[in-house]
């Protein structure tokens, strides 16, 4: 195990909505993609891989926690990275990954990097699609979603009944209404896209609804059907990494509740659960925090002072 769990749950009353603290899921890197890699790095080491080949915008959270965790095990991790809008949180993520002795290699789009990927391609390396968001990394939320189940049974917080979480590759969002459905537990999962084509993100996501449900032993529709998962698109504003005035404005709220938020993913995800929360339609709304608030200066002693210029050239 690789994290540290139960994450709390808190209630932020001034705005009327309780928090899942998955920035804390590990002291070193935290975030959504620990749980992930809780299911990934095991699989990859039962299968005798030494060798980890993933993709991802060049300041992913996603690359840099695989490059951290698998590192420690022992796996070398090398990732296709696309460009994304230039901040100072993306430049410190590419001179951690750097650090933590990931292999980065640039390519302008998700097609060129799947080339890449698939001509860097030998035995003994396990591919991890971005996000870590297939089966294997969804079943890590599935984990999560019973987790949050006994802290509602041990009266931490009442039942959502709205749970708010980003949605960039979908495997989180997907691991939540697979295993609360496992559980019987009646909620509304609503994902805030973050990432483009709409279209891709709405079939993968809803595919991994489907089949992860099916892997975590679910086999009741009606079950299924009772956890509605609704994508929302209000607050993406023009793609990617482009940061929105509402996402501004949140990361400001945010800070006032003591989260750390970033204007890529979890502000404009808390965006939309502030959203929500004024439009009276739920009574419990949870907003599942997903983004490291571990300190990266520790990961940053060792790194390069500057981006590597082929990297620097892929942000915008």
Known sequence: MIGVYPTPVERLEKLGMWVKRDDLTS????????????????EALARGKKRIITVGAVGSHHVLATAIFA???????????????????????????????????PARTYVGAGISMALHMRPGTYLVPMGGSNVTGSLGYVDAAKELVAQIEAGELPCPDAIVVTVGS???AAGIVAGLAHAGVKATVIGVVVAAPVWFVRFWTRRLVRATYAAAG????????????ELVTSQLGKGYGEPTDA??????????????????????????????????????????????SAPLAPLLEQAPSAVPPELERLLR
């Not at 890197?29 to 790095?41: A, C, D, F, P, S």
């Not at 800070?255 to 965006?271: I, M, P, Q, R």
Request: some cysteine; aromatic content about 6%; overall charge positive.
């Open 27 to 42: 002291p070193i890197y935290g975030g959504n993609k620990v749980r992930k890699l809780e299911r990934l790095i095991p």
């Open 170 to 172: 979908g495997g989180t």
């Open 218 to 229: 679910g086999k009741d529709p009606r079950a299924l059907a009772a956890v509605p998962l």
């Open 71 to 105: 590192g420690r095990a022992g796996i070398a991790v090398e990732a296709s990275v696309v460009p994304q809008p230039r901040t100072e949180h993306v430049v410190e993520n590419v001179r951690a990954d750097l650090a933590a002795g990931a292999t980065l290699r």
């Open 247 to 292: 996402a501004r404005r949140a990361l400001d709220v945010g800070a006032s509740a003591g989260l750390h938020l970033d204007l890529t993913y979890t502000a404009k995800c808390f965006a939309g659960a502030l959203e929500c929360v004024q439009s009276a339609r739920f009574k419990n709304v949870l907003y599942w925090h997903t983004l490291s």
